[in-house]
Structures are given as C-alpha cells and as structure tokens.
C-alpha cells in the first residue's frame, strides 16, 4: 500500500505502523511524500493493532479518543471502505482490506491534527492552521492503527489525566506493557521507566519521541500538551543496572504525593548521569 504523508502529527502515527511492519520505503511523487508498506507486512501489523483495540473495547475503555466531531469525521472516512457507524476499532483494523484503493475526504479527526489545536487558547500564540483539509481516507485508518501501536499509557498530571504516545525508528513493542505512570516529571525517572519498559517487551529501541497527550471528549479535541526526544542507547547497553529497585526510586521521583519525593529525585538524577557515562560511580556514592 502507498499513501501519503501531509506533514501532520498522523504522519508519526502512520509511520509507526510502517516501522512495525518492518517492509516499508519513503517515496515522492510528483513533489509529494509518501511510504509505501509491504500489504502482508501491513496485515500483521493492523491484525497486532486490532487486538490491543479488542483489549480496550473489552475493558469498556476507547482505543481512540474522538469527540463528537471527530466521530462524525471518521464515520465518513470508514463508509469509504462499507464500514458502518457501529463498527468498532477492532472489527476496522481487523477486517480493512489493504488492497482498498485511495478514496479522499475532506477532514480528519483531532487525534490526527493536535498541533491545530495547541494555541487556541493561549494569548500571544498564532493558531490560524486551516481546520479542514483534504486526506485519503487510507491514512485516517492507518493513523488509527498507529495510535493504538503508540498508546503506552498514561499519568496523572495536576488532577489531569495525561495520555502517553511513544514512537521509535525501530519496531515497538512497548504497548505490551501498557499501565500507568506516576508521572512526567522529572524526565530522567520518566526514561529510566520507559528504558525498564523496553527490556521487558523486548523492544530494541535506541531512540524515541514521546508525546504527552490529553484525549479528545465532549466537545474537547486532541491536544498535545507536551514533547521530548529520548536516547535510550546508554541504559540499554547496561541494562542489567535497571533492576526493580531503581524502577521503584524513579517511580517515587515521578510521584508528587510521595513524602520521598525530593530524595528519590535526587538519587535517580545521580544514577541517571551514571548510567549515561557522566559520572563515575565513586561520585553517587560521594
């Protein structure tokens, strides 16, 4: 299959969906960007997606937040492929056939433009993005497969709760160990976590972008609320150092109800330098 890529945030979510599919190449036409992903490849990987969706579904949770324009969106989208309203997620990425040919509407859903959403609210900040634009209806099912091969969990932030989308240039397994995070702050404890992640789901990632999302409801559409680039190659080449007990301190540093807060911070900060070849150990132990 080749679609096209429109410089949106769905573009992660679809390459997601490429990189776990593991065949796949970056193409231009006529000017244009696309990635071309090997159809049985591709089946694999929305029969994986399928199944984390059913999880959800089973759990009376939504595998993809829409709110009610969004649905309205999406249901345009799936009639593209004689898919009806009361479809579910699951039943879609199970049974989408990746010989459909391109069919173009002329929206997408919030989860697939959350950058447009980012400053409205905020005075001093352009928003101005045009709301509506015209996509193959091809790139809104596979950005739906890629948010749920994304989705590793979420924290609690204030009395918010934040959604978590990670994506790697190498193929992901972290939504197997999907749960919760205590929560973002400080970053080095928020790695060490996502660094304890992909060694117990067996993911050889180097390298990751993740997203900090709060989930469209209501009338509420997708919003990133915040983003950071995270090297995992140090903490992977030693992770035999990333033992239960350090998870657990980095854990408590990343909860601002904890009475240890403060002292768990400062111990993971240490370790973390450590771990990355900043320091020696002779210095945490100073």
Partial sequence: MIVPLYNLFGDNLVIQV???SGKYRFLTQKGEPYVEIEDKELRVTLDAASE???KFEKENRRPIPLNANDRKVVEKALKCFNFSSSDSVSKVLKNFDVGYKECYVDNVPSFIKPEFYEYIRVPGKPGGKKASLEVDARYIVLSMAGWVLSRVGFARVGDETIGVN???ETRSMLYTTYGQFT???????????LADRAIRSNS???SAKVYLMSDA?????????????????????RRDLITPELVEIA?????TQS???DFSTTVVNLVYEYLNGAKRIEDIIY
């Fill in 217 to 237: 409801g209501g009338q509420n559409p997708t919003v990133i609320r915040g983003e950071f680039t995270v090297d995992l190659s140090r903490l992977l080449e």
């Fill in 251 to 255: 854990k408590d540093a990343l909860d």
């Fill in 52 to 54: 984390i969706a059913s």
């Fill in 259 to 261: 009475g240890t807060n």
């Fill in 18 to 20: 490429a990189v776990n």
């Fill in 204 to 206: 050889n990632i180097s």
């Fill in 166 to 168: 990670v994506f790697t």
């Fill in 183 to 193: 929560g973002v702050k400080p970053e080095t404890a928020f790695i060490i976590l």
